[in-house]
């Protein structure tokens, strides 16, 4: 009896969830330049969803999502000489590693926020390079999500990434964004840090 009423419990929270979030995913406003807010000297848009690996969702319908890096990738990835994204048609999942940075003959990955059929890619715009508008023109591929509210609930947003982000300042260095300024890009290299060790930890490789 007491299992069969902690499971109706579970399954009654689960429900009011469901009531008080159904719609807000689906009627965010599209904006293909996310408002910004500096936060622990990094870029943070409120109205985006974001995954522990430093990627981004934003839902522009119900179904098609459009993904990037977020500001803390960016500064940290600085120079690259190239980013190879995957083919158009081509399924991926939430969690999996989907794209391949490469610096100075070092690689790493990118994790997808999202699960879903890649409709685009903006290879027109990634080139070598610093990436400057993670959050706008620098954007890396749309995303045919059938289960978007789904996916979109296992991401984090808003206070939750905020205090995620200013865990990683404080495991790289608590003085890093002291100032209350935005942090340098190239920062790890700048840092005296090893590149691609600081790479694959804070972007889960």
Known sequence: MTVLLVLFTFLLFLLIDYIRSRGKIAVITPQFKPLRALFNGFFMPENLFFHPGHT????????????????????????????????????????????????DGNAVSLISPIEGTVTDVNYARLKPGTIQDPYGEDWLMTVSSPDQKTSLRNLLHNGAWKWFIGDAVNRLH????QDGGEVVEDFAVKMGLDWVSTAKEFLLN
């Open 56 to 103: 981004w969702a934003l839902a522009e319908s119900p179904t098609l999502v459009r993904v990037g890096i977020d500001d803390f990738t960016a500064k940290l990835l600085g120079s690259v000489d190239d980013i190879q994204l995957p083919n158009r048609n081509t399924w991926i999942r939430q969690g999996q590693k989907f794209a391949t940075v490469t610096r």
């Open 174 to 177: 608590p003085a890093l964004a």
